[in-house]
């Protein structure tokens, strides 16, 4: 199984980014993925998730109303737009996955994506 995230790059505070998340080795829908994010000195955060099941959408406060998690079935990627950027979303951005909607872990990792916000 391999998760491998694209997208990252440096913008200005209220720009955008997409960032994508290729699966191979597993079925991307049959699988809950999820968006955490882990910036310098602090410990790595849940951003978004997408069930599933039901293909439900949960996401942090921090970033709800200006990210999106989606998710498509044909490429097998699930992405993740970031409109309206802070400074405070600059971090590490990292795809993960689980064959379960629900737990505290993840089964797979990607190997992360740099996001920078610059003011």
């Known amino acids: 199984v391999q998760l491998v995230e694209s997208g990252g790059g440096l913008v200005q505070a209220g720009g955008s980014l997409r960032l994508d998340c290729a699966a191979s080795g597993l079925t991307s829908s049959a699988y809950a993925m999820a968006w955490f994010r882990q910036a310098p000195g602090r410990e790595r955060e849940f951003v978004t998730k997408?069930?599933?099941?039901?293909?439900?959408?949960y996401y942090a406060d921090s970033v709800k109303g200006r990210f999106t998690i989606s998710r498509d079935n044909a490429k097998n990627t699930v992405s993740l737009q970031m409109n309206s950027l802070k400074p405070e979303d600059t971090a590490v951005y990292y795809c993960a996955a689980r064959d379960r909607d629900y737990g505290s872990t993840y089964d797979y990792w990607g190997q992360g994506t740099q996001v920078t916000v610059s003011s």
């Open positions: 997408i069930t599933r099941t039901s293909g439900s959408k």
